[in-house]
């Protein structure tokens, strides 16, 4: 069907009307278990009460002033995420990209502070950081970056989850201020590094100097079974960057500085029109304290174990299937074969699924899901999966 939408999706042959909890009904009222989140954004499932009232209250409030002036809301907000994850600061922008270019500006502004002409950033391989032209150049992907023209220069890429290669890297180059990385890599395949791969990271960023960025756009807000991905690891990093869950579908992205490199970024260096806004900062609050009281992240990883046990079980007799990987409710169940058009079987069975990196069938489901409804996506992604690989 042409429409007067720009074609950088393709997409799927429905339209949503409404939502509650963990479920979607589309504009013909059939109902849908929603085990995406719309990318990992709606953590606390559709319409949430909390963040309905937040967000219309503050509507009929005060939605925008510019950050010319004090926002109550995202002072409060910034206090928070600072708490949960021991960082100092916070810079406010509106997605994950964003975020991230905020993270890439502090790096390279941090180098250049300490006489680094030519500052460089180490990224991975199948990494995404983003779709604008310094994050798609962060991002090792081809697919992404084809036929844009030069990419911004600055970043040296190594292999995810390959400690040697980025101690080579460090040997070979001077101008290394700043490691970008991905506590889980989600759009890469649910890539989960092996253990101790964020510590040796941070002592190598110590021996160098460098800034530890952690990208959790995906991982970040309770998604892994903590707070933030990194906090697996018992260590802190430089920088991190959050979005997607932080507004469980209100439009926000944050960047947030150790007490380090919290000076960085001074007046004038970077900003944003709508970043931190008071509507937008009053979802992220309602968001949090959601999250807290109701113990998310807890949620996530015995929900998350729940699942790829069972799901494991379920699939454990099905010839195709490789292997299933998870962190908290971030799972990816790997096939022999690349299976894109599970996606639209899946609909037609009424679950959201996504298929990532090719032959990775990736589950997002909310924070908020119960054992009956994870018994459903196993059961609809059983049969699903055991057809399409007799095919
Ligand atoms: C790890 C990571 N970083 C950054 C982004 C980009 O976020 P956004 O689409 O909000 O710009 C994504 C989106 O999938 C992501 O998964």
């Keep these: 069907m042409m429409d007067s939408i720009m074609t950088t999706y393709g997409r799927l042959p429905v339209t949503f009307r409404r939502g509650e909890g963990s479920y979607l009904y589309d504009t013909e009222g059939k109902k849908y278990l929603d085990a995406l989140c719309g990318i990992a954004v709606t953590s606390l499932g559709h319409a949430h009460p909390k963040v309905a009232e937040a967000i219309s209250k503050q509507a009929s409030t005060l939605v925008h002033t510019s950050n010319l002036y004090h926002i109550e809301n995202q002072t409060k907000l910034a206090d928070k995420l600072c708490q949960l994850s021991g960082m100092s ?27 680094v002409e030519n500052p460089h950033i180490v990224v991975m391989k199948g990494s995404f950081h983003g779709r604008t032209m310094a994050t798609l ?26 400690l040697d290669a980025v101690r080579r890297v460090a040997k070979k180059n001077e101008d290394i201020v700043a490691i970008l990385v991905e506590p889980v890599q989600g759009e890469g395949g649910v890539i989960i590094p092996e253990d101790g791969y964020l ?123 490789k292997l299933i990987r998870s962190k908290g409710l971030m799972l990816g169940i790997v096939l022999e074969k690349d299976c894109g058009e599970l996606v639209a079987q899946a609909l037609e069975a009424g679950l959201l699924i996504n298929v990532t990196a090719g032959n990775v069938v990736r589950l997002l489901p909310p924070l908020t899901l119960s054992q009956q409804e994870a018994d459903e996506i196993i059961l609809t992604l059983k049969t699903l999966i055991t057809a399409f690989l007799q095919q």
């Design 137 to 162: 150049s962060a991002t090792g992907n081809k697919k992404v970056q084809e036929g844009f023209g030069a990419l911004l220069p600055g970043f040296t890429r190594v292999p995810y989850n390959d």
């Design 199 to 321: 510590k040796t990271l941070r002592e190598i960023c110590d021996k160098w100097g460098w800034l530890l960025m952690v990208d959790e756009v995906q991982t970040g807000m309770c998604r892994t079974g903590e707070w933030f991905g990194f906090q697996h690891s018992g260590i802190q990093p430089d920088v991190m960057t959050l979005a997607k869950a932080l507004g469980n579908g209100v439009p926000i992205g944050a960047c947030l500085a150790a007490e380090s490199v919290n000076d960085v970024l001074r007046p004038g260096t970077h900003g944003s029109t709508f970043g931190g806004n008071p509507l937008s900062t009053s979802a992220a609050l309602a968001v949090v304290e959601t999250m807290a009281a109701a113990d998310s992240k807890t949620n996530a990883s015995e929900m998350g174990e729940y699942l790829h046990t069972e799901l494991a079980t379920a699939l454990a007799e099905v010839d195709g299937v």
């Design 89 to 115: 600061n916070v810079f406010f922008a509106n997605s994950g990209a964003e975020a991230n270019e905020a993270a890439i500006k502090l790096a390279r502004l941090y180098g250049t502070n300490k006489g």
